[in-house]
């Protein structure tokens, strides 16, 4: 893949530890103030037009109609698969190249698609059909097992065997810079009937989500050797959770109001090509799995991942750094699980990876566990504690990978929490 040589150089200015070096070419859905949507990609601190460069004929002789870039979401173009996708990276790592003089030549034609990422808008990349959340990093399973159940057997007995998931709201995903409404329900005390009112344990969860191509269809299975065939790319995801509505919701079937009232994602989604020079081996696994979760290769990823938290008139304060290779079943095998029984996967479905926690009490990918259940508060930079998230609080997480010079990165997703509606 021309888009993934490390000494590949652009024209286009990229400051120094950007996340969008030449060699990301992440996609998303931007659009100007008042005006419509397109299919954008970016490099350093500019935003490029695909729908644009389309019209002026820099994208001709590609696997799919330039129409595709005119949209209001990645679907019509993800619908190429993994193949066009990869054709589309390497077209555009061509044009914008140092070593092309041959566009440097019509630079005056081309300015007209670029511009700077402060005059743009980032929209919802992509039209969500159906959003899966999983519960797979280990250290998070074990440290809420612990909380809420007994500490020597904090792992359910199926948490080993399978990774475990439910299936969420996807109308109530938004894009970063969206505020959040506090989320009202009922919640209750031990030993107390149930209450009405707004929560008061509102929670981020530090999460990354995957965008799939079409699957296949209803009643065929995708194995783990061909899984990340159909797998786009991956977003920061912010699966907020209101921890004391969903304690006393959750029996029998799982979550609901607790987590089905927003979710923040980022605006760009990085394909899973671009981060193929991070691939690292998984955790071991033992109890070994299943026939049909077995794997060969770098099925993980080495993501660096950080939480910011910042009061309404205050600094941001760096409350955790996790990474993404922590995860105790992968994307693949997630997939896998998904399908086994012959569920279909379809184009901009949106998967969860489930909280992302490390082995380290500042790795934990949730203020239930940085705050250990409210007995330990975090202290800000202004001096304030959290146990939890407070009205006017913005949460922001980043995320990066980085080796042999080159930086890929996902940028932020950025929500402020609102007050509850009266």
Known sequence: MIANNPNLVSWINVPENSDFPIQNIPFGIARLQDDQCFVATRIGDKVINLASLGELGFLDGLPFDSSVFKADSLNALMKSGKSGIRILRDRIAILFSKENMELQNQLEAIMESIYEAERVQMMLPVQIGDYTDFYSSKEHATNVGMMFRDPANALLPNWLWLPVGYHGRSSSIIASDVPV?????????????????????????????????????????INTEEAEDYIFGLCLFNDWSARDIQQWEYVPLGPFLAKNFASSMSPWIVTLDALIPFAVEGPEQNPPVLEYLKYQGKKSYDIHLEVYLQPEHGHESRICRSNFKYMYWTMAQQLAHHTVNGCNIRCGDLMGSGTISGPTPDSYGSMLELAWKGT????????????????????IFRGFCENSGVRIGFGEVKSQLLPATD
């Open 181 to 221: 409404r506090r989320p009202k329900g009922q919640t209750k005390n031990e030993g107390e009937n149930p209450v009405y009112g707004p929560s008061k344990r509102v929670d981020f969860e530090l999460e990354m989500g995957f965008i799939t191509f079409e699957g296949k269809p209803l009643g065929e299975q």
């Open 376 to 395: 330990k508060p975090l202290e800000l930079l202004d001096g304030t504690k959290r146990a939890f998230i407070h009205d006017y609080d913005t949460v």
